[in-house]
């Protein structure tokens, strides 16, 4: 079923069954908060943002949680919180961290979670979506399209082994993926 513009703001997307949940992972400015968002609502799923809920736990950013405590405490934070997720009823939409995959033991535990969507995009189109975005620790300091593609060189295969369904964002719009998603979950009400 493909979800159109039209009927997403009508509100005509049938509810899905919450036996299950949705984890978005791909590299930061792939879309997973928004895409996440707007698939938990047309599903009428709950949204969870797991950078925002670690934001919430420890007070602070992720910028600043990297520069008090480090990388190694973030990724530790990460692993904790989608453990701690696995308790949790089903019926989410996940957007992970872009380094959440990364981790051999979070992209295990995300499989026990529920079906891994990774949003694969382009680095070219990764560069003028975080161009100037100061809120990314990793990409902070020198050559951003040659961090992106670094970086996309490492983690792609990572994401691409840790995924149930791979959605490139380059050439759908968020309606379109919102129905591949929506497809990947059937059965419906």
Excluded: H, W
């Amino acid at each position: 079923m493909r979800i159109s513009a039209k009927a997403m703001k009508k509100g005509m997307v049938r509810k899905m069954q919450k036996d299950r949940n949705f984890i978005l992972i791909g590299y930061m400015g792939s879309g997973k908060s928004t895409i996440g968002k707007k698939a938990a609502k047309a599903f009428g799923y709950r949204f969870v943002d797991t950078d925002v809920c670690i934001e919430e736990q420890e007070g602070c950013t992720i910028s600043e949680l990297f520069a008090k405590k480090g990388e190694a405490y973030f990724r530790n934070c990460e692993t904790e919180l989608i453990k701690r997720l696995l308790s949790e009823p089903k019926g989410m939409v996940i957007a992970t961290g872009g380094g959440l995959p990364v981790r051999p033991e979070n992209a295990a535990v995300l499989k026990q979670l529920g079906t891994v969507v990774y949003l694969k995009t382009e680095p070219e189109t990764l560069v003028r979506r975080l161009s100037g975005d100061t809120k990314r620790p990793l990409l902070s300091d020198g050559d951003l399209r040659g961090k992106i593609k670094s970086m996309l060189e490492t983690r792609g295969p990572i994401y691409e082994a840790a995924a149930d369904l791979c959605i490139a964002t380059d050439s759908m719009s968020f309606y379109e993926m919102i129905g591949a998603i929506e497809k990947a979950g059937e059965p419906f009400l």
